[in-house]
């Protein structure tokens, strides 16, 4: 019943032995004990569980383990850059967008994707591209905040560099 | 007192979640756990015979079934009426009741034995309605109540309210029925558990009342207390529907079958809407009554709260709606009656607002329907009653603190988004129209006069000379622990990353109440004053003495220091925490809140003496064509004291605003005959980023002498005036009134249509 699976999980290849219709949620959470991921709904709803699958947003609660094999995976834990922040994380606690902070990783996951196509978004684009994931705490207002700075800082580094 | 800069900055906690190391309550896997779960009865009412367990304890990879059998104390749980079973030992209640507990080493072997558990069910009749369940012969949810399904009855009356109404000038009558709301919190009821070697039962669960919790886990267990301890991590979301048991005793039961193991339980979203508490749905009458002038004279209200199959703390949420009723106007002549009823619905409970919301959209539509019969401005009117300080309110409460309502509704007056509504109005696109509407609102902080509102905070030296906090009152996200260190770091001249905080756990003997009731930094903050002031000078003294001073003042505190003002000369608090006694060490600050026990003789518990206050104001676009409301502008005026932290502030008052307008416009839980059609987030739609404007959040900013920093509670005031402004707009807008929210499209095309609101 169980399969060697092997991805590039945050950069780093891993192989794992697992029953392979295992949600990619419950390996990532349980068995590699990737907590950041969280899960909300458990169906495709409120975007808490999303991940980075080969640099696309995929919800994973409905996907199996199966599915993650031979892809390059990004968690919330893969998100930060070396020893910084990216700089949707940073622009999240600046600007006051996470409260209780369940939504705030798959939230970041949108955002980092999100703003890897678009640089230079208007507030409308934000409001869409994070429309999927459900926030109960913010009212959403900080969030857009956060990503239209974000989307700032990450100008000025292209700039700068 | 002074106000410190250093109270402002990002929230203390953004950075582990930003980053999701921050480990909540559903994120522990322990090492050998098995997985718990329940099996809900899914009937409404009915008599339990017998309970088939033997195929899913037959199947391989299952613990143990559990039943009320394996539960050896009193099986129940619920403040102030402990009636609610850990597992259904006899009666079924609503869909949502426990009747059996499967331990399983997996979730999916846990999902498969929860579907091989059959029941057999005697079918007992229902009720589902509140008023119809209080007439004679409605069947019984509690054979044991001598009062029917009464509940509660609240009833308050002031001046002569019967003949107060032949002396009225505009009289205007109306019936508000208000929804179901869902918390919807993302994180869904989570926790572990685990009983050590020494018998003693650990649980770490989402919880806003670990110390309450703890209490009931042992009655209903039939443990002592000191056998019980309940660890509250940082709560992915809870906003009232986590102030009570949810997993706590049944993790519990799980955890002293478990052969040692730990146990896990993590509600599925499903099961968190089927077996979660709920917002009280309503039916409101209200009558108000003005003279001339606009001066009100009187009001009678009569509140029908539907609570659900258990007490929980439903009888307390209509006894606030009670006080609540009139909202913050003078009013001579008052007469409030309440009835909090049980059916077989789910379980009503607190969710922000406590009762608040849906009396303050009953009052708020009277109001401007009386504004429209005087044929006056609706901000005027309401400048004209709102209460002052030093006023009686219309429970006859003298307002002895801050009272900012009037500073709110003059902020709102001259708003640009107000004086220009006409106009913004006439430039409706075709088939839209607009709408300005008002609500305002009061918000009581804190426990009622009967139940004493304190804290402990305990705060000490650590001998590497940085602090530890250890926090009473959960931190549900709204940032309550991260003001605590800033707090306690502004007052001992620290930087915040020297102050270690621990979220509560009832080992640290620190009962402070619920992380609820808009009081966690009010209350808390105090005592983590009163800590940090009997430890600075603690330090000070020693270092003092030790530099060969008398005199504490000839020393300061500095970060990571003592410094001597006359030398320049600094001593490492890393030194001081060697040479200072370890009872000094260590000091705990204590706050007990104001409350004035002659309000007793009022009503139920007493009243508050302390609210916050707000204005509301919200501009809407109706689509006269597909029925669906867009709120384009919103303007929350607020009083809630001094503003300790602008961004911890703003994300109470837009949070509260998001539920507040997905309460007026789309949230409804819905059940059919007690079961639930609305079982998922695909079905119950919360607002998400695209159904909400930017919002306007203003603050006024009267000092409150008796909170930390002269603040007051942010946490509630604001939900209760979105409702009132949204369904006064939509009447503002179409000329009709939909007295039933939420504002659906539906109930918008059939209101536009002349064929009333659904009701």
Known sequence: MKRNISFILNGSEISIETDPALRAVDVLRQDLGLTGTKEGCG?????ACSVLVDDTVKLSCLMTAAQLEGKKIVTIEGIARGQGLHPVQQSFIEYGAVQCGFCTPGMVIAAVAFLAANRAPTREEIRDAISGNTCRCTGYQKIVDAVEDAAQKMREGDSDG | MRKEPALDGPRLDALSKVTGSERYSADFYPEKFLWAGAKRAMVPHARLLALHTEAAEALPGVFRVLTFRDVAGSNRFGIPIDHQPVLVDAVVRYAGDPVALVLAESKEILSAALDLITVDYEAMPCIFEAEEALKDG?????????????????????????TAFGACDAVAEGVFETSRQE???LETEAGWAKVDDRGVLTVVASTQSPYRDKREIARALGIGEEKVRVIAPYLGGAFGGKDGITVECLLGVAALCSGGRPVKMWWDRRESFLAGVKRLPSRMYFRLGAKRDGTFHALSCKLYFDAGAYAGLAGEIMTMAVEHAGSAYRIPNVRIEGYCVYTNNPVGGPFRGFGVPQVTAGMEQAVDMVAEKLSMDPLELRSRNA???GDRNCLDIELTHSTGLLECIGELMEHPLWKDRQAWKASAPKWKRRGCGIGCMSHAMGYPAAIPDQANAKLELKKDGTFRLYSGISDMGQGNTSTYVRIAAAILDQDAAAIELLQPDTSHDLPSGSSSASRTTYIFGNAVIDAAVVLKEAILRCAARSSGYDDIDAVELVPGRVRVKESGRSILLSDIAGL????????KGYFRAPHDESTLAIMYLGTHVLFSYGAHLARIEVDILTGKIDVVDYVAVTDAGKVLNRCAYDQQVQGSIAQGIGYALMEDYLVSEGRQETGDLATYIVPTSVDLPDMVSIAVEPEEKTGPFGMKGIGEVVISGCLPAVANAFHDACGVRITRSP????RVLSALAGRGDGR
């Open chain 1, 43 to 47: 169906e495709g709803e409120c975007g």
């Open chain 2, 138 to 162: 409605a069947p019984k949810v509690h054979e044991d109540n001598d009062k029917g399904n009464l509940m509660r009855a609240v009833s308050v009356c002031k001046g002569d309210p019967d």
């Open chain 2, 183 to 185: 918390h919807a919190y």
């Open chain 2, 387 to 389: 209460v002052q300080q």
């Open chain 2, 580 to 587: 200072i006694d370890d009872d000094d060490r260590s000091q």
């Open chain 2, 743 to 746: 504002l659906t499209r539906e």
